[in-house]
């Protein structure tokens, strides 16, 4: 079984992603929690085919996945034409995630990929454990919080972003009681981070994603924290669809709206977050559930897998390198410039 290079935390047993000398190994996250079964990737359509079907998901965790396979299709690809096409087609596999992207562009101009790929691979580690140190200070003892989507071990290959700072506090005796919102269409709430939260013993109750805004109303939420795909410098911000309905909610009700995202998923380039392009993904989402129709035939359907949440509703991003407040045009613009520092080096 796949061992997990990571701290401990989350899905302590397994590792979403690691290199298998000649492939890629993953956890399919499609049959979670029914089954934790390891699969291996080794050829351009098995990489582009594990991210297209979310067997591998969570942007940090596509980006090591990517970086991984640029770095064994350089192995296996002796023609230079034909290895650019091939992690083209990698790279552009899921268009919103940019640490896809950002992976595979730094592995591309490194004189050693492997090495490379396996540096962003520990470095994600590291950054997932600090985003949980500078983020278990937002939490207070025996907090509600309420949380969307996969944001785990599962998601980043490392620790976790929002779910490693929920399990960072539960490990300082923090006790929170996790809300999570199934997350529809594909139940990345119900069936990943349910149990990614039993694995580490923190108390959890699932809920539909409808009823977030009674859960403000009435269960006391102490605040909102979830992950993100990209970031862009004003601090728009685009996450699983259903983020900016559940930031609307949590300012209508006073509870603070926070955003845990490594550095690799700020996108500098980007002014707001009309620029980050949105990923429409297959009808049989919504017409099906679990392999059986449930629209009728001919529906119209609408599936974005992201949406975008606009940065005034945004209270707080943690980072590796520390809790960012608005005005996010000064604190952002800061991270870059560190940013820019450090690589310039």
């Known amino acids: ?112 990929m492997l090495a490379e790929a396996h540096a962003i691979a520990q470095e994600q580690i590291r950054t997932d454990a600090a985003i949980a140190q500078h983020g278990v200070e937002l939490i207070s003892k025996g907090a509600h919080i309420l949380t969307h989507c996969n944001t785990g071990s599962l998601a980043t290959a490392g620790g976790g972003t929002a779910l490693g700072v929920i399990i960072e506090a539960h490990r300082h005796g923090k006790r929170p009681r996790v809300f999570v919102d199934e997350t529809r269409p594909l139940l990345q709430g119900a069936r990943l981070t349910m149990f990614e939260l039993a694995e580490a013993g923190v108390d959890a109750v699932l809920q539909s994603d409808s009823a977030a805004a009674t859960a403000m109303a009435r269960e006391g939420i102490d605040c909102v924290i979830v992950g993100a795909d990209r970031v862009a410098r004003n601090g728009d911000t685009a996450n699983k669809v259903g983020t900016y309905g559940l930031a609307i909610l949590a300012a209508h009700h006073g509870v603070p709206f926070y955003v845990a995202a490594p550095l690799s998923t700020f996108d500098f380039s980007l002014e707001n977050g009309n620029a980050i392009p949105i990923e429409q993904r297959s009808a049989a989402e919504v017409e099906e559930f679990a392999g059986t129709r449930v629209a009728p035939e001919g529906s119209a359907v609408y599936n974005p897998a992201f949406d975008v949440t606009p940065a005034h509703l945004i209270a707080a991003f943690i980072t590796e390198h520390g809790v960012l407040r608005p005005p996010y045009g000064e604190s952002l613009s800061e991270l870059q410039y560190r940013e820019s520092l450090r690589l310039s080096r």
Do not use: H
Not at 52 to 81: E, N
């Open 1 to 112: 079984m796949l061992r997990s290079a990571g701290a401990g935390r989350g899905l302590s047993r397994f590792a979403a992603v690691a290199w298998d000398g000649d492939a890629v190994a993953y956890l399919d996250q499609r049959l979670i929690p029914r089954d934790v079964r390891v699969l291996r990737a080794r050829t351009p359509d098995e990489f582009v085919d594990a991210i297209v079907s979310l067997a591998v998901r969570g942007a940090p965790c596509i980006g090591v996945f990517g970086a991984y396979a640029v770095a064994l299709l350089r192995k296996t690809i002796a023609d230079d034409a034909l290895f650019q096409s091939e992690v083209a087609r990698v790279r552009a596999a899921r268009p919103t995630a940019v640490n896809l992207a950002w992976a595979v562009d730094r592995v591309l101009a490194a004189p050693d």
